[in-house]
Every structure is written in C-alpha cells, then in structure tokens.
C-alpha cells in the first residue's frame, strides 16, 4: 500500500492520510502550511477562488492538492461550513493518472454525470483525438491554421499550408512516429510530466519529402525544401509554431470553447443552488489547454454563474508559460519544493527521519490499523500511535536504529536510522538530480524495504547508491572483516557511511556493530580499543555534528573505489571505467610474459598495436568496447576481478605506482598470484584472428617459393637451409612476360613478396628483446617446402576472417597467383606462339625449320655474312645499331641465341610449368631481334634490288669456270680415246 | 636476278651484293669461261663428227686402218693445245687472249682432221662413179636389173659426195650397193674372152676380129642388142 505517488481513489484515502506528511509550502510572503491553505478555500469570502499550486515533478502537488480534496471533503461531511454557505458543492478531481488530455477530460465527464448535455463537445473531443483518423485530423488542422497564417510567412513558405493539403504528403507526414502521429499518441497515451512540458515538435526531415510524397504541392517549394536544409528548417519551425494551435483545434475546445462549457455548468449549478470545487492535480494533463482551462476557471465575477474554488496544479514551465493577463486573474500563487516535505532545511534530519518514520509506521500497522493512524491525522493533524509500542524487540531495535517522537510515542526507524535516509537521498546514483518526496520513497525507502526482505542480495543494500567505500577499508579489512564473505565486504561500502555518517572503519564501526546482525552479517572481526566497546558505542542523536577529517588515503583513492564497489557490489556501470582500463592497460602491457610464447605469434600480437584502455572491456564498463579488430581483454564482474581492481587501485594511487603503502604486500602477493592464473587467458587474448594461422602460413610459403620460381626461373636450392635463406632473403626481379597476366603478377610482386615475407616472419619470429626480428623458427618453412614441385597452387586456405587476420594473404587469394597454372598455360601458349612465328621468317629466306635452332643459326649466320657484304659494298643497312649487331653475330653470341631457342623449344614441346625455369625475355629478345634483322634486310633487299638485278656474282663466274672445265676434260677424254667415239647408225 | 645454283635466299643475297664492287672483272670472265664452254662444246662435237666420218669412211673402204696416222695427229695435237686451255681457264685470272691461241690451235688440228676425212670419201665416191660408168652401157643394153643396181648406188652418193658421211648405216649401204652390182654382173657369167672384149669394146680398143671367136660369137647373140652397139671406127 505504500506509493510513492499520491492513491487517494479506491479506497486508498486511510493509507494515504495515514502517512501523509504536513506540507508547507510558500507564496510571495513566506511559508503557507497546509491547514492554513484549507482555510484560504475552505473560508474564501470570494465566490471564485482560484489557487495555483506549482512546483517540480515529485514535489508534493498532487500530495498537497488530494489532502486539500480530503480535508474538503471531510469538512464538508462534518459541521464545518465553507464560506459557500450552504450550498451542495461538487468537488471534482482530475488526477494525473496517465496524464494524457483524453483521461482528463474523461474524468471531468464522469464526476459531472448530471451535466452531460454541456459536456458534449467535451465528449466529442475525446472522440476526435482517437482513432486512426485522428492523424488525418490534425494533419488538417495544420493545413487550416497555415492556411490563415500564411501572410505572415516568409517569401518561401507563404505555401506551406499546401504541404498540409496535399494528396502525396499525406501519408509521409501521417506516418508511424512522425510528428503528428507522436502528437496524437500523446494525447491519448500514458506521458511523463517531463514528455508533457513540450510537444513532439517537427524536425527539419519531415520536409525531407521521399520522392513519392514529394507531389500535390507547389514545385517551387518542393524544389527549395529538397535542395535547402535551411529551408527545411524554417518550415518545421513554422509548423511547430502553429502545432499547439492546430491540437487545441483538433479537440474542439479552442477558444472560449472551454470557457463556454465551464460556463454552461456553472449557470446551471447556479440555478440548482450548488457549487464546484475544481481540483486538478496537474494541468498539464489537459496538454494543450492548459491555458484555456485556466481561463476557464479565472473569476469572472458573473453572478450567474455559481461558486468555484478551483486548485491547479502545474510545473514550473506550465505556469511561466501562461500569458501574463491570465496569472493576473489567479487569487493566489503557492510553490511547492522539496523542502516543503522532508524540511531538509531544518536543523538535523527531524523532518525527513519523520516522514520516513510515518510511512514505517504506517506500514507496519497494516490494513488493521491504517484507520487508526488516519484517524489521528485528521483529529490531531498526525500520527499518535506507535506499532512499535507492542513489538517484542522494540528496545533492541531502537538502541540499534534509534527512533522518532510523535508526541508521546516513539516509532522506531529501522531499517533506516537517524539521518539515514538523508544521506541516502543525497547518495542516490540516479539519472535525475530531483531529491524530493517522492524520490525518496520511489528509489529509497520501497527498495531499502524489498531488499531487507531478502536480505540483501548481492553486495549492495538494495539501493542505487555511490558507494562510500571506508577510507581505511584496505587497511583494515584483513583485521576487522576477517571471516566476512565477498558480499559483505562489498556491503560495507554502503553500510558504514550511509548508516553512520563516518567515512572510516576505525570511526564508524562502533556506530555500525549493533545493526550488523540485522542486517544478517557477522561482527566485525576486531574493533579498535579506541573505539570503545561496541555495546559502548550507540549511535548518537545528533548526525549533525562535523564529518570526521578526510584520512590521509588520497581522494582519488576513494573515489575511485567507490566506483568500483559501485560496479561489483551494486550490479551498476562502472563510472570513469577509463582509470580502470589504463590500470588493466598497464598490467597487460607489462606483465604478461609475451616473450616466452610463440602463440600468438609476434605479428599477432602487433596487430593491436600498444595495448592501451580502449584493449580493455570490463563487464558493466560504459564506454563502448573498443573495435572488435584489437585484441580484447575482458574483464568480468567479478570478486575476483574486483579485488584485483582495489589492489590496482591501491597500487596507483597509495603506492604511488608502487606497492609500498599499507597491505601492499598482501595486495603484491594477490597481485602475483592472480597473474600466474590468469595469464594464459591474457595472452590468448592477443589472438584476435580466426582463421587458422597454419594455413596462412602454408600459403605463404607456398607462394614464396612460387615466387622465387617465377621471378628467378629456377627451383629451390635442394639443400634445406639454403632454401629458407633464399626464401627469407631473395629480392624478386622484375619478371619479363609474353602474357598480361605474367606482367601483371610481375609488377606487383615486388610488394607482394615483402608483404607475404614480412607476415610469415612475423608469425615465426622469436622474439629476442625489443629489437627487429633476427630469429625465426624455420621448421614451418621447411614443413611447407616440401610439397611436390609442380604443384603451383596456393593450397587450401578458405577462411571467411582471413582478410580481417592475414589481409595480404587475402589479397593474395585475390590475385591471380591462386590461377598461376592457368596463368603458365597462357605463357606457355604464347611462348609456343612466339618461337613459331619465326617460321614465316625462316621461310621466307628458304631456311629449312625441320630444325629450329639449327635454322636459327643458319639465318644468323647468314645475316651476318649479308652484312658483312655490305659492308664491302660500302652498303648500308640503314640501322647502324642493328648492323653492329649483326655484325657482332660471332659464333659464340650466335650459339647463344640458338641454345636460346633450343631451350624454349624444349620448353614449348613439355608442360606449361617448364616456363618456370626459363627466361622469356631472352627467347623474346632473340626473336626479336630475328625480325628486326628481318625486316631490315628486306628493307635492304628491296633497295638494292635494282642494283642487283643483272649482278654476276663471284659464285656464278666460278659456276661457269667450273662448267668450262668440266667441259675441257671432256674434250680431252674424247682426244684420248679415239677409238671408242661413238657410231652414229642414223 | 639470277639466283646461283643452290644458292639461296640469304646467301644468294649475300653474293649478290659481294659481287657489287667488282661487276666488270666478273662480267669480263663470266663472258670468257661462257665462250670457253661454248667453244670447247663446238670442238668437242665437231671433233666427233670428224671421228664418226673416219668411221664410216674405214667401213665404206672396209679399211679399219684408214686415216689412221692423220688421226693420231689430230688427236695429238688438239690433246696438247687443250691441256695448255686447261692450264689457262684453272688461273684465277684468265688471260682471253692465250685462251683463244689455245682453241684456234685445236681448231686447227681437228680441221685438219676434218679435210682428211673429206678427201678419203671424195675418193671412194669416185671410185664407185667410175667403175658403174664402166659398165652403165653394157647394163643398159645386157641388164635392166644391173642397170638399177647402178641407179640405187647413183641415188645414195647423190648430193653427199661433198660431205663425208658420219653415219656407219650409210656407209654400210654404200658398200652393199656395190656389192648388189657386183652380183648382178656376176649372174651375166661372161667369160674372161667375153669380158676382155667387152672391156675393150667399152674402151675402143676392141679387135673385131675377136667377133668371130665362138664364145664371143654365142655371147653376141644371146644378147642382139649388143650387136647392135658394137660399131666400127678407124683408129
């Protein structure tokens, strides 16, 4: 039954007057309690009264306003006469419930069942804000208010109206959370006094049309709102500007139309001899006719209309936004503040220790006795009764938590204590910085309850707290909470200083030790003889005297384990988790014994780069985690952890990065100790890749050697320790290809190789102080070497993380080394297509290519000696360079350019991989130079061949002697043997 | 241009263009070992014929032995000249002159050879002409038969009694004809009386008084157009 917000329906009113706290709250004078507040209404010699309470959220409005309705009500029930007279007064009361306008105005209508007939545009107004039509109608009513307003616009947006008229916005505009839709939700819908200080306005967006709503309305516009965000801007402004307009138009009630309907009632109530008490626990419930109900209700000074005392009330921003003529109407002007419950601003905490001790009390009596306490409330105007009074502990309780008076009657304070719950509202960790009543009772008191239920679970009071962790905690743990759990240790970050005002062990101990066995929790192990005996130890009365001098322990050293007992012991974010991550940073950095491990390896462990606070997540931190690419060490809640943390801290900022301070030695030991657990764990932690390393290096080896082949045209040396030293040192030359695709590989691979080396170094390096890698473990090179020569894959390596752990190894799969077979088939083919091609060549001066390279030679050979010739003649060739080539062609280079032709014979006639061992650019040179002498001799052939048409060479002069003398010896054997000269028979 | 025997593409070029420089020289001596070639063919032939004729001409003789002291001599003297041609177009420089010395000696053995030739059968053509002069008249009044004896040899000897024959087939047809004559004189059986008259007859220095030897007398009759050939004159 106990609540935190005002439950005065449904039978509620003994509970709620039962532990209602006198409220006094002030006006332009000074302060107003709350019975003289009830005496200004209850006696007003005025026939309308209008009182304005206003105050921040949780203050005590709807507190003051329903006690106001109660002490009405039950004046009206006994003799007690209001200045009305004897008039039947109705008194209605509009509570906040879901604060939305239709609930209000649902509330108005039902407790005035007799004036239904003038509540009908009321009625209809609650219609016209539900339903899915309800946006459509809104979206209308902005057309029209722009509509009327449009001469007041600026030069661009004179036809805004037509956005709010146009078939194709419609639906943009009326969408699910746009404006208009959160508009009408609000209206409707469950709000937050905070959601009801202002209007889901437009933004600049909504006029960011999708091209199908970008239709119906001027194109100028569209054009301009499209183009021009500064435009966009004017124009959400300019229909925000009218949104408050435009919603009061869609109720209905814009206007005097309240004012009307308020006036109707009133004519009629006046007739009938009746009048209206009006009390509205928060304006802003009626959203945008906050201020034509005020307007409504201000005096009018009509004597047909009957008697009214109305009380409003509104936040702060409500009431600064009526219009000034409006507040000159209001009677009387009264502010609600924090202090005007708890009376913070009285000395010590009487005023807060009592109105937690009237809830106590309240509670405690139960359903039974409620009526009893609610009685003294309104005979004696509060409580006078203790349920204490018959608890058997009672004196046990109270020595251990003390107590409040209330006259003759004592209540005891547990679970709390005397200026506890003060500083537990001071201590609150909340995201709002309202201390007042009904944070008190919201985010104290109802969870302190639930959490002694279960005896405190966790290492927290049940409380969102700042922790207060003892100045002297690590001092003095190991002698005064010897035997405690985790969990009570952690508690006593709480427990001391909250429940005892002091910030050390050694002071606050004795204050503490007789509520520890309520709180289910050992004793403390020792306490200090200073202190005095515990039983000697009751806390005192007074909380007020001066905090105990800060010890010596820095404040950041408080702080920060504060926050820590924050996080492990409350279940909360770590605050300023940043120290932590640095201190965590730091022992990751230099502690973990990278040196000894090759797993993960040396490039691994880089790739993180300096392990620094964004490396570390510790569970509940609120930073972000760092991306996920880094290593990243994580830290759970934990008691472990957390211990680990306070000795971190301890380290940091009492040893002053040392371990000399007090229990630093302890604290070293668990430091080391930690360490040799968790280590492991740690250094795992620097692998961050996923895919499997083995491959990767496989694969780079693979492509190594692959390389070498490629760029050196030769094998491996046999010899093991040679092959690694060429892998992990030759210098890829720039490879000559017949193919794009070899010239392609060629020109990157420079690069390519570093890049590979570099990873596969890396990953084996061992590591030999902070100097560059000069050691590597050679047996996963020598492991891949030993794969079959003519194999020129990659080997399998798919892995889906490779890019994000091996991105060169990726680029590499990437490339079109992992098509190197295909890519030789293509060189091969062009090699084959190169040397073939001199066939025409060949042909063409009648050479025989039965033979190539002896064909190659006899064309050499014969070029030169065409050369040479002409060079008898006095003939040029007309490329001096390439004569002086030719020329050179002794037998040697001619040898060469053959055996050069021979081998890419030999090439071409066996596998595509043989292109490995050959260097095509030497084949390529000599054939081209074939056909530059080729065509040069043509050239040359064909200039001379004028001059050479009617030549008699030596040859044939030598021809022609030769026939002349075979003829002569004919001749001779004819002389010689006369005898046998043949017979002519014919 | 003229591509050298097995010389080809490159290489041909080659020499072409080696043969620039001095195209006058090469020119001049591949005129001289063209007109070597051709002169020693011209001799070569001409001396064949010449043997061929001495062939035939020992056979129409049906004289193996004929002209042979002129033919050695010949042969000699052109096998010396030729060796000496020999020597000349071996010298990397021909000397065009000496060269032609050596073919006009040759040439001057085998005309020789030649003329001898021409001589031997300008002889059996008179030979053979003479004595079928000689017996022409009788044969044309004794034997028509031997009478065309005489006119096939008359026909094989016409129009060649200037040119030496070098075909043995004609030679040999020569003879034969001779000897077709010979035969059909032979059947006539004329005894020596007989043709010791009829010799003396044919040469005008018969004695009439023979006419009254019977044999003669009979042989006379059997053929009465001899009779009527036979006249007398007065010395």
Redesign the interface.
């Given at each position: 039954m106990l609540s935190p917000i005002a439950q005065v329906g449904s039978g509620a009113t003994e509970w709620f007057l039962a532990t209602h706290s006198p409220i006094t709250c002030t006006d332009n004078v000074g302060p107003v309690d709350q019975e003289e507040l009830f005496k200004f209404l209850f006696s007003a010699s005025k026939p309308e009264t209008l009182v304005i309470v206003k105050g921040e959220p949780g203050a005590g409005k709807s507190q003051l306003i329903n006690w106001l309705k109660i002490r009405f009500d039950d004046s009206l029930g006994s003799d007690e006469h209001p200045s009305m007279g004897d008039r039947r007064v109705r008194s209605v009361m509009i509570r906040r419930r879901s604060g939305s306008l239709k609930d209000a105005l649902e509330q108005l209508v039902e407790q005035l069942p007799e004036f239904e007939r003038y509540l009908a545009k009321i009625r209809a107004a609650i219609d016209g804000v539900s339903g899915e039509a309800a946006n459509l109608r809104l979206y209308k009513q902005l057309y029209l208010c722009l509509f009327d307003a449009r001469d007041t616009a600026q030069k661009h947006l004179r036809l805004l109206h037509e956005i709010f008229n146009a078939n194709g916005t419609v639906k943009w505009l009326c969408r699910k959370n746009g404006a208009i839709d959160l508009n009408i939700k609000r209206l409707v819908e469950q709000s937050d006094a905070t959601a009801r200080e202002s209007l889901p306005f437009f933004r600049a967006d909504d006029f960011k049309f999708p091209p199908s709503a970008n239709l119906g309305f001027d194109g100028d516009l569209a054009d301009r709102l499209a183009d021009d965000e500064v435009l966009r801007n004017a124009a959400a402004s300019r229909a925000n500007e009218y949104l408050r307009f435009a919603i009061a138009g869609l109720t209905g009630l814009r206007g005097d139309t309240l004012n009307e309907i308020f006036r109707e009632i009133r004519e009629e109530m006046q007739r009938r001899g009746e009048a209206l008490a009006l009390f509205i626990e928060d304006v802003s419930t009626l959203s945008v006719l906050d201020e034509e109900l005020v307007n409504a209700v201000q005096p009018l000074n009509d004597p047909k209309l009957c008697p009214l005392v109305s009380v409003l009330g509104m936040t702060i921003p409500a009431y600064v936004r009526l219009p000034d003529n409006l507040k000159g109407r209001i009677d009387r002007v009264l502010e609600i503040s924090t202090d005007s419950s708890l009376k913070l601003q009285e000395a010590g905490d009487s005023g807060i220790d009592e109105f937690v001790a009237r809830y106590l009390n309240g509670l405690r009596a139960g359903p039974d006795q409620i009526r009893l306490l609610a009685d003294d409330v309104r005979a004696r105007g509060d409580q006078r009764q203790s349920v204490c009074e018959d608890c058997p502990v009672k004196t046990k309780c109270i020595e251990a938590f003390g107590s409040v008076q209330f006259g003759d009657v004592e209540i005891g304070l547990y679970p709390l204590g005397p200026g506890v719950a003060r500083r537990l509202l001071k201590g609150l960790d909340l995201d709002t910085s309202l201390r007042n009543p009904r944070t008190l009772l919201q985010h104290v008191v109802l969870p302190l309850l639930g959490s002694i239920a279960t005896e405190f679970r966790g290492s927290t009071v049940g409380i969102s707290l700042k922790p207060r962790s003892p100045g002297d905690l690590a001092v003095e743990q190991d002698r005064m909470l010897a035997g405690w759990t985790a969990e009570q240790k952690g508690r006593i970050s709480y427990l001391l200083y909250y429940w005892t005002g002091r910030e050390t062990l050694r002071e606050g101990a004795a204050i503490l030790a007789p509520m520890l066995p309520w709180f289910q929790h050992p004793p403390f192990s020792r306490l200090d003889p200073s202190e005095g005996k515990p039983d000697d130890t009751r806390p005192p009365k007074d909380f007020t005297r001066p905090a105990p001098v800060e010890p010596e322990a820095p404040k950041k050293y408080h702080d920060s384990i504060a926050r820590l007992d924050a996080w492990f012991q409350q279940n909360r974010p770590l605050e300023r988790d940043v120290e932590y991550r640095q201190l965590l940073a730091s022992v990751i950095s230099r502690s973990l014994s990278l040196d000894q491990v090759r797993i993960p390896s040396q490039r691994v462990q880089g790739l993180s780069g300096q392990i620094t606070a964004a490396n570390i997540e510790i569970e509940g931190m609120i930073k972000k985690p760092a991306v996920a690419s880094k290593a990243r060490f994580v830290f759970e809640r934990s008691h472990e952890i957390y211990e680990f943390l306070k000795d971190l801290v301890g380290f940091e900022h009492l040893g002053k990065s040392s371990w000399r301070f007090p229990g630093g030695e302890e604290a070293r030991r668990r430091y080391g100790h930690w360490l040799s657990k968790r280590e492991a764990q740690y250094i795992r932690a620097y692998d961050i890749t996923k895919c499997d390393s083995r491959a990767a290096l496989a694969t780079g080896v693979r492509f190594l050697r692959l390389a070498y082949r490629f760029s050196l045209r030769k094998d491996l040396p046999s010899d093991l320790a040679q092959a690694v030293n060429q892998i992990v040192s030759f210098k890829p030359t720039d490879t000559f290809g017949l193919s794009a695709a070899i010239n392609n590989m060629s020109n990157d691979l420079p690069q390519r190789v570093q890049a590979i080396r570099k990873v596969i170094l890396d990953e084996l390096a061992v590591r030999q102080g902070a100097g560059g890698i000069n050691f590597i473990d050679p047996r996963p090179i020598v492991e891949n070497l030993s794969f079959n020569a003519d194999d020129v894959s990659l080997g399998e390596f798919d892995g889906a993380d490779v890019e994000i752990d091996f991105p060169s190894i990726s680029r590499l799969q990437k490339s079109q080394w992992t098509m190197l077979a295909e890519v030789l088939q293509g060189e091969h083919k062009a090699l084959e297509t190169l040397i073939y091609s001199l066939e025409t060549v060949l042909r063409h001066w009648h050479i025989s290519t039965e033979n190539m390279p002896e064909a190659i030679r006899e064309y050499l050979e014969s070029a030169r000696a065409v050369i040479k010739a002409c060079e008898e003649a006095n003939q040029l060739l007309g490329n001096d360079n390439l004569q002086e080539r030719i020329r050179s062609l002794a037998p040697a280079i001619v040898s060469r350019h053959v055996s050069m032709i021979e081998r890419g014979v030999s090439v071409v006639d066996g596998e595509a991989l043989a292109v490995l061992s050959l260097d095509v650019k030497e084949v390529n040179d000599t054939v081209d130079l074939l056909k530059q002498i080729d065509a040069a001799i043509r050239r040359l052939q064909e200039a001379l061949s004028q001059r050479l048409s009617d030549v008699v060479t030596t040859e044939e002069v030598e021809a022609g002697q030769q026939q002349a003398i075979t003829s002569i010896q004919e001749f001779l054997a004819l002389c010689a043997a006369e005898s046998v000269c043949p017979e002519v028979e014919a | 241009?003229?591509i050298?025997?097995g010389?080809?593409?490159?290489?041909a070029?080659?020499?072409?263009?080696?043969?620039?420089?001095n195209?006058d020289t090469?020119?001049r001596?591949?005129q001289i070992?063209?007109s070597?070639?051709d002169q020693?063919?011209g001799?070569?032939s001409e001396?064949?014929l010449n043997?061929?004729r001495?062939?035939?001409l020992r056979i129409a003789q049906d004289n193996s032995d004929l002209l042979e002291s002129n033919?050695?001599r010949a042969?000699?003297s052109?096998?010396a000249k030729?060796?000496e041609?020999?020597a000349l177009?071996?010298k990397d420089d021909f000397d065009g002159r000496k060269i032609s010395e050596k073919f006009d000696a040759i040439k001057r053995a085998t005309k020789s050879l030649a003329d001898d030739t021409g001589t031997g059968w300008a002889d059996i053509c008179n030979e053979y002409t003479d004595q079928a002069n000689a017996i022409r008249p009788i044969a044309e009044r004794l034997s028509p038969r031997l009478l065309a004896r005489i006119q096939e040899l008359d026909g094989l000897l016409a129009g060649k009694r200037n040119t030496p024959p070098?075909?043995?087939?004609f030679a040999r047809s020569v003879v034969d004809a001779w000897r077709a004559i010979t035969i059909e004189i032979e059947s006539l059986a004329i005894k020596p009386a007989v043709k010791q008259f009829l010799n003396d007859a044919k040469n005008g220095t018969g004695d009439p008084k023979s006419i009254i030897d019977p044999e003669i007398r009979t042989f006379l009759d059997t053929y009465p157009l001899l009779w009527k050939s036979l006249y007398v004159v007065f010395r």
């Open positions: - | 241009m003229t050298p025997s010389l080809r593409g490159l290489r070029l080659e020499a072409k263009i080696r043969g620039l420089p195209q090469l020119q001596r591949r070992v063209r070597t070639q020693v063919r001799l070569q001396l064949i043997l061929q001495v062939n035939a033919v050695k042969l000699a052109a096998s030729t060796i041609l020999l177009l071996r070098n075909s043995v087939t």
